[in-house]
């Protein structure tokens, strides 16, 4: 059995699909390991790189959102993301004053379980491990918003 070493991920040639296994295969305690370790800034920054090169143009051709990520960390504090869904684009920022259509609050193993495709939106929701303020319908397709690849 391999065991899960956060320091061992070669974040400069790992392959989304590769994240994807990698996520899958971890155990709780080992994903809230590497979101409350030195690597989570790291972590988050590639995933929402990736969320910005995986929008898929032909669901979001029209749209005009930004979608604000509050993604909270041992004790209580968040890292904040911004994306900006426009016409079959996506830009991601820190945050900004902008008005998000919806506001997505979630912890850090959780995070990586939905953008892995390993949890649904819908059930981290209705266990409260998710929580949405705003237009809820943009949350409720927000996975498909995104080129996956499947767990």
């Not at 994306?83 to 996506?90: V, W």
């Not at 991601?92 to 953008?115: C, E, K, Y």
């Not at 819908?122 to 499947?150: E, N, S």
Request: with cysteine; aromatic share 8%; charged share 25%.
């Amino acid at each position: 059995m391999t065991t899960f070493d956060p320091a061992r991920i070669d974040f400069d040639h790992l392959e989304y699909g590769d994240f994807v296994r990698l996520v899958k295969s971890a155990s709780g305690s080992d994903l809230d390991q590497l979101m409350n370790g030195e690597l989570r800034t790291r972590v988050l920054d590639e995933i929402f790189t990736q969320m910005a090169a995986r929008v898929r143009k032909d669901r979001t051709a029209g749209m005009d959102a930004v979608i604000r990520w509050r993604i909270s960390r041992a004790g209580g504090d968040f890292d904040r993301y911004e994306l900006h869904i426009a016409n079959g684009a996506c830009t991601v920022g820190p945050g900004s004053d902008a008005q998000p259509r919806l506001t997505i609050t979630v912890d850090g193993a959780n995070f990586l379980r939905l953008v892995s495709g390993v949890a649904s939106g819908p059930a981290l929701f209705m266990t409260k491990k998710l929580q949405l303020t705003g237009d809820i319908a943009v949350g409720a397709g927000l996975t498909g918003y995104f080129d996956i690849p499947k767990a």
